[in-house]
């Protein structure tokens, strides 16, 4: 898909180039179908605007206001049939203006409005091309022309070495140096100058002092990460970043209610590592992340993590350090919270799915109950008539659709939060976010049931799980039916806020992209807001404030959008209403051209972390905070630090 970005680039450029050759060509038939070809792709973009805009309005806002414009005015300044020759200069570079502006600027910057960005690039155009016609007129002068491209290319060349400098990250810098903050449609000045000024009437609070509990945990783990080389069932052998030699890392099972008291130690893990607990809601220190919450535990060190787990359900863990890097590798592990009475009845196990570094490629895995991971079948006997919970994690960046084919079953919790009424389900696959969860709920029947990833990136689709009365059997092909959709599926039930509550904060996120620099690096930047970290406007709240957020992804690529801390009640989908049973998520999966509204209750204070969960682009900035007025962190962020939490 990304390629029809670079097309696009590639067409506005030939468009530029086609417009100014052809007033020093005259005639010639190249610049025609130069001009012809680009015109075409133009119109593409402005059939994409469209859909965007038909899926959209908001999404499409400001490519309809702001870029679309400039390309239609660019195609209708081409030259009329036959009159190349008389087509004027001015036209040519105001053309070139236009295109190469709808290209490079597909947003407005927020300071100014649509009608300001428009009106400077149609005087800036104009005044370009009318200066260039006055340094033509007269007899041609070679030098002149040489000298004019000269000047350009080094207008474009020192704008480029600008935007590179620009984009370098600094060595050191604290989470809260935003500069960019967003109210959400309130501003308190008063607030604001307090957590800017700690010496002001309430001084900030400090979030390292947002521990769990003190005293005698009922609980004592320790993790200690380590390099090790892991050989799977199914015969790959990952050279592995793991907790406790393992891979995964140990699963977790703990109780609801229980102090639980976690010791982190690095043995050899370079660049340091920390837990965070995906999920579960902890005080805000012992959210695990480097640079915000706490400082990376380097090789050598430890650091102890005490809460107590007041959710009942599937979560997972993973460092916090590096996250890109690291949870590939390995430093991840299933977080199964059971009500404190009584145990879970039947059979009751987790599945995580994971694309491990083989050799130079990855290959994706499932890991039953906590075993090493098998690309190929992992089995498991189970009597008939037994209940089970097979507790779905997808551990990896992106989504994957898992089908459960032999038995009708339940989606019974997502992202660790029941559904209610869920009903039985066959024939339809389920669309998983990255870092999300599923429990699926069944009886075991007489005959087989399997589990099996009908797509994905990184396998071939030969991991499968396998439940048998044997724990024998073999796995069937299944062809993926219909995708299950959350916001219609259980029936509805009472929630503390819905979509007409009075909201005290809304924000918008616009999930999108474009070519440029991110820490001196030419990529694809995924952007939110039309910014990358730490230029994200944070979102800033009160404690107890209704929090509204519109999520709108007019990008190429799937965004699991991730929030620390709090779970988003989703409101609706594409302007449709849930009408489901409640859906609670802290990974909501966006997918490209999709809008949803959430809500959740800021309820949480301290300062927490709100990204992409497809590790990749967090690492490349689709990361920013949700922060509480009057909160501070002593952590700071960069190489300098050690701490890089993506
Ligand atoms: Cu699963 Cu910010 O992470
Ligand atoms: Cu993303």
């Known amino acids: 898909m990304e390629i029809m970005l670079i097309v696009g680039y590639a067409a506005a450029a030939a468009l530029i180039v086609a417009y100014v ?23 593409i973009r402005v059939a994409g605007a469209g859909y965007l805009w038909w899926i959209n309005w908001a999404a499409a806002a400001d490519v309809v206001m ?11 300044l081409a030259p009329p049939r036959g009159s190349v020759a008389r087509w004027r200069l001015r036209t040519a570079v105001l053309a070139a203006v236009l295109q190469g502006y709808a290209t490079f600027v597909p947003q407005a910057p927020p300071y100014l409005t649509t009608v300001e960005v428009m009106a400077a ?6 005044a370009l091309a009318r200066w260039w016609e006055h340094r033509l007129a007269g007899p041609p002068r070679r030098g002149r022309t040489a000298g004019l491209i000269a000047a350009i290319v080094l207008l474009v060349a020192s704008g480029t070495a600008g935007a590179w400098a620009v984009s370098k990250l600094p060595e050191r810098a604290s989470m809260m140096d935003h500069g960019n903050l967003d109210y959400g449609g309130r501003s308190d000045v008063s607030a604001h100058a307090a957590m800017q000024h700690p010496h002001a ?27 090790a080389k892991v ?10 970043w793991t907790f406790n030699g393992t891979l995964p890392g140990p699963e977790l099972r703990l ?21 965070h607990w995906h999920g579960l809601d902890v005080p805000n220190a012992e959210d695990g992340v480097a640079g915000l919450t706490q400082d990376a535990v380097q090789p050598g060190g430890r650091h102890v993590y005490r809460f107590v787990p007041q959710q009942v359900g599937s979560f997972w863990y993973h460092s916090h350090q590096q996250s890109d890097a690291q949870v590939k590798r390995g430093l991840l592990g299933a977080l199964v919270v059971e009500p404190a009475d009584g145990p879970v009845s039947g059979v009751d196990v987790t599945a995580i799915a994971h694309a491990y570094p083989v050799g ?59 559904l209610t009424g869920a009903s039985d389900i066959t024939g339809k696959s389920l669309f998983v976010a990255g870092g999300g969860r599923y429990d699926l709920t069944f009886t075991m029947p007489d005959g087989p049931v399997q589990l099996a990833i009908t797509e994905d990136e990184n396998g071939d689709g030969s991991a499968a799980i396998l439940l048998s009365p044997d724990g024998a059997g073999e796995v069937r092909t299944i062809t993926p039916g219909p995708t299950l959709d959350p916001t219609s599926y259980g ?130 900035g689709m990361t920013m905070h949700l922060m509480y007025e009057g909160y501070t962190t002593p952590y700071l962020v960069g190489d300098a630090t050690g701490n890089n939490p993506e």
Request: one cysteine or more; proline letters at 6%; glycine letters at 10%.
């Open 21 to 43: 050759v052809a007033v020093r060509a005259r005639s010639s038939r190249l610049v025609r179908g130069a001009l012809v070809a680009a015109s075409v792709i133009a119109l």
């Open 66 to 76: 702001v870029a679309l414009p400039a390309v239609v005015a660019a195609v209708l």
């Open 121 to 126: 690039v149609l005087l800036l155009g104009g």
């Open 201 to 227: 009437a309430s001084p900030a609070v400090d979030i390292s002092t947002l521990t769990g509990p003190q005293g005698e945990p009922d609980r004592r783990i320790t993790l200690t990460a380590e390099t």
């Open 231 to 240: 050989k799977l069932p199914s015969g790959e052998t990952v050279e592995a």
């Open 255 to 275: 109780k609801q209610g229980e102090l639980v008291e976690v010791t982190l130690v690095n043995k050899d893990i370079p660049a340091g590592v920390t837990l």
């Open 360 to 418: 130079d490629g990855r290959v994706t895995a499932f890991s039953l109950g906590g075993a090493t991971p098998s690309s190929r079948v992992s089995r498991k006997a189970v009597k008939p008539g037994t209940p089970v919970r097979l507790r779905l994690v997808n551990a990896d960046n992106e989504a994957r659709g898992y089908s459960l084919a032999g038995a009708p079953f339940r989606v019974s919790a997502i992202d660790g939060t029941d």
């Open 491 to 620: 029936s509805a039930a009472q929630t503390p806020f819905g979509a007409r509550s009075d909201f005290d904060r809304q924000f918008t996120m616009l999930l999108s992209q474009g070519f440029g620099f991110y820490d001196g690096q030419f990529l694809l930047k995924r952007t939110i807001n039309g910014a990358l970290f730490p230029d994200v406007p944070s979102l800033v709240v009160r404690k107890g404030d209704l929090v509204k957020v519109t999520f709108l992804n007019r990008s190429f690529s799937e965004h699991p959008m991730h929030l620390h801390g709090h779970h988003m009640l989703v409101l609706s989908r594409n302007g449709t209403p849930s009408t489901g049973s409640p859906w609670w998520t802290d990974t909501l999966q966006v997918s490209p051209g999709e809008s949803y509204e959430v809500a959740f209750r800021a309820d949480k204070p301290g300062l927490w972390m709100d990204h992409c969960h497809n590790l990749e682009h967090a690492a490349q």
